[in-house]
């Protein structure tokens, strides 16, 4: 390994230790920082640039890379241009960069890409699938519960631990991004799954005393990883055609309470987003609802058959 190489594996480990440890990241999240800082490193060694020392200028060329060789989507392009401005932020932070070069980079217009999310009644179905006569099954008919419960992020959820949990007012402590806490509550659906896995399943799989709330099979934490293995296995056992993830009941989570009437402002204490502009995208999922309630409310909606 040559002395470039050992700069590089030191800067790039560095940053993602503290989106670890300072920003309480997830793994999920840390890997993708990890692939799109790599994959720019690769593409300025071979260009013959110092990543240190790389200049505004310079960048056109990394874009056009990953435009036209790649085909990349702006999606895509917005993302990796994100974690390259928090790479070099961290880098001119410690002394290690002059600037950071990445904060003068537009990336490309992101097309407008709503959230997906499961109508009830599939998730309905989902919780039906779950062996609860098994300490498996009884884990992941809490873990479905509990994701929809709290609208808690895949992250938040492996790292619950059982003494975060409140079960006199049904509240759990949640540890967010960049370390900030939440409660979250639950209701009467999580309570009952929570505490059948607390009393029989937990007990069984918790050889190795850990504190975490959900564990595997050989008595260990969970990972992201392992949640949505999960809740692949699960989504097979249905009759429901579509595929699923952590963050996709997140975003049922949201999307049912602003159909139910709910404020935007409190979704977004719910969701623990900083900013009200990460809510705002359900709004534009609830319209068909919104239309719906205007069809069947409003007197002059539509025009009566005698007439």
């Given at each position: ?10 800067d ?10 300072q920003?309480n990241?997830?793994?999920y999240?840390i ?5 799109d800082?790599?994959e ?6 071979r ?6 020392t790389v200049e505004?200028?310079?960048?056109r ?6 435009k036209?060789?790649k085909?990349?989507?702006n ?5 990796k241009?994100?974690?390259?401005r928090g790479?070099y932020k961290?880098?001119a932070?410690e002394?290690?960069v002059?600037s950071?070069?990445?904060?003068l980079?537009n990336g ?7 959230p997906r ?11 039906l699938?779950?062996?609860l006569s098994t300490?498996i ?20 959820l492996?790292?619950?631990?059982v ?13 967010g ?9 639950y ?6 799954a929570l ?11 918790n050889k190795?005393?850990?504190?975490y ?9 969970l ?8 809740l692949?296995?699960l ?6 055609h ?8 997140r ?6 309470l602003?159909n139910?009437?709910c404020?935007?402002?409190t979704?977004?204490k719910?969701l623990g987003?900083?900013?009200?502009k990460a809510t705002?995208?359900y709004?534009?999922v609830?319209?068909d ?9 409003f007197?002059?909606a539509?025009?009566?058959d005698?007439?």
């Amino acid at each position: 390994m040559n002395n470039e190489e050992k700069i590089i594996n030191t800067d790039l480990d560095s940053f993602l230790e503290y989106l670890k440890y300072q920003k309480n990241y997830s793994e999920y999240t840390i890997l993708n920082y990890h692939n799109d800082i790599v994959e720019y490193l690769v593409f300025i060694k071979r260009e013959g640039l110092d990543y240190r020392t790389v200049e505004y200028s310079d960048l056109r060329f990394f874009l056009m890379y990953l435009k036209d060789e790649k085909k990349d989507d702006n999606t895509s392009i917005n993302r990796k241009l994100s974690s390259l401005r928090g790479f070099y932020k961290y880098m001119a932070n410690e002394g290690i960069v002059k600037s950071n070069v990445f904060s003068l980079v537009n990336g490309p217009k992101k097309s407008k890409k709503l959230p997906r999310y499961f109508e009830y009644n599939e998730l309905e179905e989902l919780f039906l699938v779950p062996d609860l006569s098994t300490p498996i099954g009884q884990r992941d008919a809490l873990l479905l519960e509990m994701l929809y419960a709290t609208g808690v992020r895949v992250g938040e959820l492996v790292n619950i631990k059982v003494k975060d949990i409140d079960l006199g007012r049904r509240s759990i402590l949640i540890l967010g991004k960049g370390n900030k806490e939440r409660f979250v509550t639950y209701g009467e659906y999580c309570e009952e799954a929570l505490k059948r896995y607390l009393q029989d399943g937990y007990l069984l799989l918790n050889k190795k005393q850990e504190d975490y709330l959900f564990l595997n099979q050989h008595g260990e934490q969970l990972t992201e990883r392992g949640v949505r293995y999960i809740l692949n296995q699960l989504i097979q056992k249905t009759g429901i055609h579509k595929n699923i993830s952590p963050h996709m009941i997140r975003h049922s989570f949201a999307t049912h309470l602003l159909n139910a009437g709910c404020d935007l402002l409190t979704v977004q204490k719910l969701l623990g987003h900083e900013s009200i502009k990460a809510t705002q995208i359900y709004t534009h999922v609830t319209t068909d609802r919104l239309k719906e309630v205007y069809y069947h409310s409003f007197p002059r909606a539509k025009k009566k058959d005698s007439e």
